[in-house]
C-alpha cells in the first residue's frame, strides 16, 4: 500500500532562516506531488505541483521554492523565511493523470519567529 | 477568484440528526467533485466524490448530491456521530486539469 511521509512534525524558525521540508512517497512510481499550505483560519492553498521529476509549476509567487529531486520525493524551501510564511504545511500526491483523489501527509506545522 | 465556495464557516448539529454541508461553484469546466474531512494537525483525508455525469454518489452513511444547473454539491451525513466533529472541504477539478480548487471550508461539530 502506498504511505506518504513528512518531515519534521513541527518547526519553529526565526524570520529570515532557510528552510527545507520533506515530503516522500513510497510503494508507487511516478506519482503527480503537491504542496499546499493552510493559514490559520484560512482554506488549502496549493504551492506548487509536479507531475515529473525536476518539473515545478508555480501557482502563486510567493517566498517559497520546490524542487522534486527523486521521483518520490518533494522538498519545500526558502531562503528566508518571513513571519507570513507561519503556517501548516501539507504534501499531497495522486497515482498520475486522470485520477482526481489526492492524498495527503500528516502535514508541518511552521511557525515563523 | 474563489472558484469554490463553502459559504458557513461553521455548523452545529444534534448527535443522530443529518447533517448537509454545502459547497457553491463558479467554474462551468469542473466536471469532479471531491469532499475531505480534516481534523485539526492532521493531513485531510478524502471522503467521498462525485463525477458530473451523476448527481448522487452514496457510501455509507455520506451521501454527496450534485446540482449541475445550480453549480451546486451538498455532502450528508446520516446519522451524524461524535468523531464526525471535523472541518470538511469541498474541492472540484477537471480532465486534464492536474490540480484540485478547495473551498475554504466548514467546521461541523456533533453536539451529543
Known amino acids: 500500500s502506498q504511505t506518504i511521509h513528512q518531515w519534521p512534525a513541527t518547526l519553529v524558525q526565526p524570520v529570515g532562516s532557510p528552510l527545507s521540508l520533506e515530503c516522500t512517497v513510497e510503494?508507487?512510481?511516478?506519482?503527480?506531488l503537491y504542496w499546499y499550505r493552510q493559514a490559520a483560519g484560512r482554506g488549502l492553498q496549493l504551492l506548487f505541483y509536479?507531475?515529473?521529476?525536476?518539473?515545478i509549476s508555480s501557482e502563486v509567487p510567493q517566498n517559497l521554492s520546490a524542487s522534486r529531486p527523486q521521483d518520490r520525493q518533494f522538498i519545500l524551501s526558502s531562503k528566508k523565511l518571513l513571519l507570513s510564511d507561519s503556517g501548516f504545511y501539507l504534501c499531497?500526491?495522486?497515482?498520475?493523470?486522470?485520477?482526481?483523489?489526492?492524498?495527503f501527509g500528516p502535514g508541518t506545522r511552521l511557525t515563523v519567529t | 477568484d474563489q472558484q469554490v465556495k463553502q459559504n458557513s464557516p461553521s455548523l452545529s448539529v444534534q448527535e443522530g440528526r443529518i447533517s448537509i454541508l454545502n459547497c457553491d461553484y463558479t467554474?462551468?469546466?469542473?466536471?469532479?467533485f471531491l469532499w475531505y474531512k480534516k481534523y485539526p494537525a492532521e493531513g485531510p483525508t478524502f471522503l467521498i466524490s462525485?463525477?458530473?455525469?451523476?448527481d448522487k454518489n452514496e457510501d455509507g452513511r455520506f451521501t454527496v448530491f450534485l446540482n449541475k444547473s445550480a453549480k451546486h454539491l451538498s455532502l450528508h451525513i446520516v446519522p451524524s456521530q461524535p468523531g464526525d466533529s471535523a472541518v470538511y472541504f469541498c474541492?472540484?477539478?477537471?480532465?486534464?486539469?492536474?490540480?484540485?480548487?478547495f473551498g475554504t471550508g466548514t467546521r461541523l461539530t456533533i453536539i451529543p
Open positions: 499531497a500526491w495522486t497515482p498520475g493523470t486522470a485520477i482526481y483523489e489526492q492524498y
Open positions: 510503494g508507487t512510481s511516478n506519482p503527480n
Open positions: 509536479s507531475v515529473g521529476i525536476g518539473q
Open positions: 467554474n462551468s469546466m469542473f466536471d469532479y
Open positions: 462525485i463525477s458530473s455525469i451523476k
Open positions: 474541492a472540484a477539478s477537471h480532465f486534464g486539469n492536474e490540480k484540485l480548487t
